[in-house]
């Protein structure tokens, strides 16, 4: 039994060796030249964060209400924020822990987080904020860029890094990306403090997001294999339940459901662990039951950071 999952498993990485890696892509080629990695529900995720909302408000909202009809999506109705105030909910999801932050004063946390993993696939990241200088500026405030908002900027190992922390850029950069193709795999785009409504309100963020995403949301070398994420850092009110707005889309977004909500309790590191478990997998049917294995090296499968994340519930996509 075990010799012929063992000789199964070999016949299937030769195959997997020889084939091209953007014929695995369901015919579609990879969002950035062929070396780029494929995952089994996207090769590619952009983030949209948001600020200090209630769900039910978003909900209700015109633009935000509609991203997942409008766009090929589902809305998480059950979604909720880690803890108040912001920062700790930008540092976990990306790393699936608050810890080493202190409301919203500067923090350096030597740990690992989604860069790591990325970087061991070879999957490209940029985190795109909005008013950033770049150069690796430290920063906790310039003009309307916040780093509590930039959690990159907080892990020393991104933040003494001069090769990492120039992936952190502003988000001008987007469209230049987009232009020449090159917009990297994981994508974490920070509005400034009024367009993601922090300094400013719902409807401006609102605004603010529509005027933004629906030209480029058009344009394939943008939305290619690509799933968008829109979601808000926490609530508003801290005396409610931390439920947030986060809507999964895009218009090539390949998901198993047409469901446009879902109702499972999730929370930011349910999004993370999603993007860890972006794995392709290749069903081999034997005489009784199935094969199930992670199908060519160069996919997601990022595995975890033993943090929260390994134990949360990943998104049914
Ligand atoms: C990693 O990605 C880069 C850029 O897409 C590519 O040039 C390089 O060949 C890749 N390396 C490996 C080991 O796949
Ligand atoms: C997409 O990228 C190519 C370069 O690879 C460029 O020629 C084209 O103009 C880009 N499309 C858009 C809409 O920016
Ligand atoms: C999704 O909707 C399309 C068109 O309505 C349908 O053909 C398809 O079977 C549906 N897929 C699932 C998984 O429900």
């Given at each position: 039994?075990?010799?012929?999952?063992?000789?199964?498993?070999?016949?299937?990485?030769?195959?997997?060796?020889?084939?091209?890696?953007?014929?695995?892509?369901?015919?579609?080629?990879?969002?950035?030249?062929?070396?780029?990695?494929?995952?089994?529900?996207?090769?590619?995720?952009?983030?949209?964060?948001?600020?200090?909302?209630?769900?039910?408000?978003?909900?209700?909202?015109?633009?935000?209400?509609?991203?997942?009809?409008?766009?090929?999506?589902?809305?998480?109705s059950?979604?909720?924020?880690?803890?108040?105030?912001?920062?700790?909910?930008?540092?976990?999801?990306?790393?699936?822990?608050?810890?080493?932050?202190?409301?919203?004063?500067e923090?350096?946390?030597?740990r690992?987080?989604?860069?790591?993993?990325?970087?061991?696939?070879?999957?490209?990241?940029?985190?795109?904020?909005?008013?950033?200088?770049?150069?690796?500026?430290?920063?906790?405030?310039?003009?309307?860029?916040?780093?509590?908002?930039?959690?990159?900027?907080s892990?020393?190992?991104?933040?003494?890094?001069?090769?990492?922390?120039?992936?952190?850029?502003?988000?001008?950069?987007?469209?230049?990306?987009?232009?020449?193709?090159?917009?990297?795999?994981?994508v974490?785009?920070?509005?400034?403090?009024?367009?993601?409504?922090?300094?400013?309100?719902?409807?401006?963020?609102?605004?603010?997001?529509?005027?933004?995403?629906?030209?480029?949301?058009?344009?394939?070398?943008?939305?290619?294999?690509?799933?968008?994420?829109?979601?808000?850092d926490?609530?508003?009110?801290?005396?409610?339940?931390?439920?947030?707005?986060?809507?999964?889309?895009g218009?090539?977004?390949?998901?198993?459901?047409?469901?446009?909500?879902?109702?499972?309790?999730?929370?930011?590191?349910?999004?993370?662990?999603?993007?860890?478990?972006n794995?392709?997998?290749?069903?081999?049917?034997?005489?009784?039951?199935?094969?199930?294995?992670?199908?060519?090296?160069?996919?997601?499968?990022?595995?975890?950071?033993?943090?929260?994340?390994?134990?949360?519930?990943?998104?049914?996509?």
């Amino acid at each position: 039994m075990m010799l012929l999952s063992l000789a199964v498993a070999t016949v299937f990485t030769l195959i997997a060796a020889s084939a091209s890696p953007t014929a695995e892509t369901d015919g579609t080629s990879s969002p950035s030249g062929s070396a780029a990695p494929p995952g089994k529900y996207f090769d590619r995720v952009v983030i949209f964060i948001f600020e200090n909302e209630n769900y039910k408000a978003v909900h209700n909202d015109a633009y935000f209400g509609s991203l997942a009809s409008k766009h090929n999506g589902v809305e998480l109705s059950n979604y909720f924020a880690l803890t108040h105030p912001s920062q700790p909910n930008y540092i976990g999801l990306i790393s699936g822990s608050t810890d080493g932050t202190f409301l919203d004063y500067e923090s350096n946390i030597n740990r690992n987080s989604i860069v790591d993993l990325l970087e061991a696939k070879n999957i490209s990241w940029k985190s795109y904020q909005e008013a950033y200088t770049g150069n690796c500026d430290t920063s906790m405030r310039i003009g309307t860029y916040a780093r509590k908002h930039n959690p990159f900027m907080s892990m020393t190992n991104i933040q003494k890094d001069s090769n990492r922390c120039v992936n952190i850029v502003n988000a001008d950069q987007l469209d230049t990306d987009i232009s020449n193709n090159d917009v990297p795999q994981f994508v974490f785009y920070t509005p400034d403090m009024n367009n993601c409504g922090h300094d400013t309100s719902l409807q401006y963020a609102s605004k603010w997001f529509e005027g933004y995403l629906e030209p480029r949301i058009v344009k394939e070398n943008f939305t290619k294999s690509t799933m968008f994420v829109s979601t808000w850092d926490e609530a508003k009110d801290y005396l409610i339940p931390n439920q947030v707005q986060t809507v999964l889309f895009g218009p090539s977004f390949k998901r198993s459901s047409n469901a446009s909500s879902d109702n499972t309790k999730y929370n930011h590191y349910s999004l993370l662990k999603t993007i860890e478990d972006n794995v392709r997998t290749w069903n081999l049917k034997k005489r009784s039951g199935t094969y199930t294995h992670s199908f060519l090296s160069h996919q997601w499968d990022l595995g975890n950071l033993g943090e929260n994340d390994a134990k949360a519930t990943a998104i049914s996509l």
